[in-house]
Structure formats: C-alpha cells, structure tokens
C-alpha cells in the first residue's frame, strides 16, 4: 500500500510539473549563484551556456534550439562555448542536485518501509 502511494505521489508530481509550465533560471554572471527564475512561455528547455571566458548564460530556450550551430547564431559575439539543454524545472542551476532523483529515492524508501 505504501509503494502504491509513493508511485501515485511521483507520478502527480511529474504531471504537476507539466500542467504548471517549466520553470528556468535565468541571468548572465561568472559567479553560479543564479537565483532569478523565470517562467518560459514559448520554450520546452531551459540552457546553461558557459563561455571560455567563465560568464554562464542561463535561461529558456526552445529545444530544437540546443546546436552548436544555432546557438552561434543566437549568441554571436560568444566564439567558445560549452552548453547543456534540460527540461525540467530548474535544470540549469550551477550544481544540480538532481529532484526527481531525490522524488524517486524518496518513493523507494517510503516503499521500503
């Protein structure tokens, strides 16, 4: 009985993430501690684009987007850049931690139990 209710409980939250849109940080700093958030309207992913000078570009942006070639186009006077898309809320924080990980974790333990 508990296992059900841990399932039920991940599967609302992934379907509450969905209904309620996605959620990205978004700045442009050197530092990583990015904490404006910013709700995407338009766009299915949230980028972290890191310069080779150190600056880090977070925000939405629209999956089909996520090439090395349109991001030139996008960020012309970037010349070097490393990138990572995600999709899901807050994906592009400094340090993920990984929440749906942890959610599932904490569904097996409760299971365990």
Do not use: W
């Not at 992934?14 to 978004?26: A, E, I, P, S």
């Amino acid at each position: 009985m508990k296992s059900f209710f841990a399932v039920l409980i991940i599967i609302s939250v992934m379907l509450l993430q969905h209904v309620c849109g996605l959620r990205c940080y978004k700045c442009s700093d050197y530092t990583g501690r990015c904490q404006n958030v910013q709700e995407c309207t338009y766009e299915d992913s949230c980028i972290s684009l890191s310069e080779q000078g150190g600056r880090t570009i977070r925000q939405c942006i629209r999956y089909t987007d996520c090439d090395n070639s349109r991001l030139s186009q996008m960020f012309p006077s970037i010349s070097g850049f490393s990138y990572r898309c995600c999709s899901s809320n807050l994906c592009n924080a400094a340090f993920t931690a990984a929440p749906t990980m942890l959610l599932l974790a904490v569904g097996v333990a409760c299971s365990c139990f």
